[in-house]
């Protein structure tokens, strides 16, 4: 009996070493994607003017304060440098609140109306890490995928001689449930835009209607990467478009991380450089 319980104790050690030894290694890992990465990650400050219009049979019932038709709107939301040149991926959605409301769906006693809301991004500045301001331009946006893509003025008198971090999203991988997964981010400037770091696993694999991972990651338009370095994708927000259509009170959405080679694939449309490279073939044929 004593011996089985020696065992048994023996056991629980090695299990409770091996789980600390990969904890250690885990975060040495971390750490190490955290100091590769996080200069690329920058805060963006974003001034848009917003026009709502309501449309469809009951619109005209719509009373909406001038205010609303028309207003300038200010956020700020975090971005991640996909090149030297100066290309942020962001999220759509943290920079512009027409992608709260537009395509919303009400009921009314007078039948549905659905809203519309046109953004036009007047002005754009990145805050790097060491609080160097670059002014830039929204350049792609894609309200279904909760996208945007920003380029940074690169020959504006405030970017001359700075050199930019960037995330290679070309050195990528696919992710399986339950892999480490690792996200940088960044605190306001309240905390002085500290650099901070998350892990966890990686909860699931959507496959359909289009590929997406569901991670845990504290903010949207932050990079995800794989214990080993890899890019997994960049973190975003996936709308309910049957609580868009059912006029829900509460804008249901998920958190989800589109895949990098997904990212690159739309990136390219503004740059050929983001395009796949083609896979390399064997020059040398066989002799017949």
């Given amino acids: 009996m004593k011996i089985q319980i020696k065992a048994l104790l023996i056991t629980l050690a090695l299990t409770a070493a091996s789980a600390f030894a990969s904890s250690e290694e885990m975060k ?54 996909i090149n030297s040149a100066g290309t942020i991926v962001t999220s759509l959605s943290s920079i512009s609140g027409a992608g709260q409301l537009d395509g919303r769906e009400v009921d009314t006693p007078k039948g549905k109306v659905k809203f519309r809301v046109k953004s036009e991004f007047k002005e754009i500045k990145v805050s790097l890490a060491d609080g160097t301001e670059l002014p830039a331009m929204m350049v792609l946006k894609d309200a279904d995928l909760d996208l945007a893509f920003i380029q940074v003025l690169m020959d504006s008198p405030e970017a001359k001689g700075v050199n930019l971090k960037a995330v290679d999203l070309s050195n990528n991988a696919e992710g399986s449930v339950l892999d480490d997964v690792i996200s940088i981010s960044r605190m306001n ?71 990098a080679k997904d990212v690159l694939k739309i990136a390219s449309q503004i740059n050929p450089v983001f395009a796949p490279t083609p896979a390399k073939t064997d020059e040398k044929k066989a002799v017949e």
Avoid at 215 to 234: M, N, Q
Wanted: glycine content about 6%.
């Fill in 28 to 81: 040495a890992k971390a750490k190490k994607i955290l100091a590769d990465n996080q200069d690329a990650v920058v805060w963006l400050s974003v001034i848009s003017k917003q026009e709502v219009k309501a449309e469809g049979d009951a619109a005209a019932s719509v009373r909406m304060p001038d205010s609303a038709n028309t207003k300038d709107e200010k956020m700020e939301a975090l971005g991640t440098v």
């Fill in 189 to 259: 400037a309240e905390l002085s835009r500290l650099p901070i770091v998350f892990t966890g696993e990686l909860l699931g694999v959507v496959k359909k209607p289009r590929e997406y991972y569901l991670a845990p990651s504290p903010s949207r338009g932050v990079p995800v990467f794989l214990s080993d370095g890899k890019a997994l994708g960049i973190s975003l927000i996936l709308k309910s478009t049957a609580a868009l259509k059912a006029g829900s009170q509460s804008m249901q959405a998920q958190s989800v991380i589109l895949p």
